[in-house]
């Protein structure tokens, strides 16, 4: 869809005709004037001479016409609407989440950074999906509503850091949160993707209250249980010795929580299950998804760059007239 920032732009399109109109009539004003022998051809000499002056200038008309288009900068938003899903991602950021329990390329890596892995490979892959960010310790927060902006969640995704908000672990809050960013959508694809390493620990609100909410709007709950059971490994500050301590995953809850709501509950102790689980959310069914507005593509450089060459023409075109 083609939008203009600046329309009022628009009503200066007759001013380069008018500009011309008065400058014709002040000509011609001047050569009456300056009048002083007579011909006895001066009819035809006026004729031809006026018919000279009348030739419009075309490359100037059409140059500032062109200036003026790109002044009221053209965009082009948005598209077509198409077949895709809603997701909600929601992000544990809790102290647990820097236990070192898995491998990335044969390198061990902490938890959240594992997340935010496979979540980069997940997002990388949707095609005409939108998505949202949730990231939640002590309180939840809204890092993104639904959008099809992928390049901004991939951005958000990669700055996420363990601590930013919290150590503890507020479930609850994340999944009224997330059923809050989704209500107003399609209740056919409402899907909120609950990523944790623990149990609820912190916030107001109980994930069981919270699940009531998200069957009433009919939120569906895909809970990924993350992390090995035992004892792991917890890497400290630079002068302390690594720890190891166990991270209770409260399983049972998780389990409630995805069956309740329509979704499924996964395990993942180990990075190549968690990314089929990915792969396994992947497959629901896609609806049609509204056109959204997607951030806009500039079209103003276009008629800025002719409109300056027109105008270099007709002055290069002038200077040679005047030479000749």
Request: glycine share 8%; net charge negative; with cysteine.
């Amino acid at each position: 869809m083609l939008n203009l920032v600046s329309p009022a732009w628009l009503l200066a399109l007759p001013l380069p005709w008018l500009l011309w109109l008065v400058a014709q009539q002040r000509r011609q004003i001047k050569a009456y004037q300056a009048t002083a022998l007579y011909h006895p051809q001066a009819a035809l000499l006026a004729s031809l001479s006026q018919q000279t002056r009348q030739q419009l200038p075309w490359l100037w008309l059409i140059g500032c016409t062109l200036l003026l288009l790109a002044l009221a900068r053209p965009q082009w938003l948005g598209g077509d609407d198409h077949q895709g899903r809603n997701f909600m991602l929601a992000i544990d950021i809790s102290s647990s989440m820097k236990a070192q329990d898995f491998y990335v390329d044969g390198l061990p890596v902490n938890r959240l950074d594992t997340i935010k892995h496979v979540a980069n490979q997940f997002i990388a892959a949707r095609q005409g999906d939108r998505i949202g960010l949730i990231v939640f310790a002590d309180d939840a927060y809204t890092l993104a509503p639904i959008t099809n902006d992928l390049q901004l969640i991939t951005g958000l995704l990669n700055d996420i850091s363990q601590g930013m908000a919290g150590q503890k672990t507020a479930m609850g809050q994340a999944i009224a949160l997330g059923v809050k960013r989704l209500e107003q959508l399609d209740n056919k694809s409402r899907n909120l993707i609950l990523l944790t390493d623990g149990s609820n620990t912190a916030g107001e609100i109980h994930p069981l209250n919270a699940l009531e909410i998200a069957k009433l709007h009919q939120v569906k709950i895909y809970t990924i249980g993350v992390g090995n059971s035992g004892k792991v490994l917890f890497q400290r500050g630079p002068a302390q010795d690594p720890d190891f301590v166990e991270v209770p995953l409260d399983e049972t809850l998780l389990q409630q929580l995805a069956s309740e709501s329509g979704g499924r509950y996964y395990r993942a102790g180990d990075t190549e299950t968690l990314q089929q689980i990915i792969q396994d959310i992947e497959q629901l069914e896609t609806i049609p998804i509204e056109a959204m507005i997607s951030p806009p593509r500039e079209w103003y450089l276009l008629p800025l760059l002719v409109g300056l060459v027109l105008l270099g023409l007709n002055q290069w075109r002038n200077t040679r007239e005047a030479m000749a």
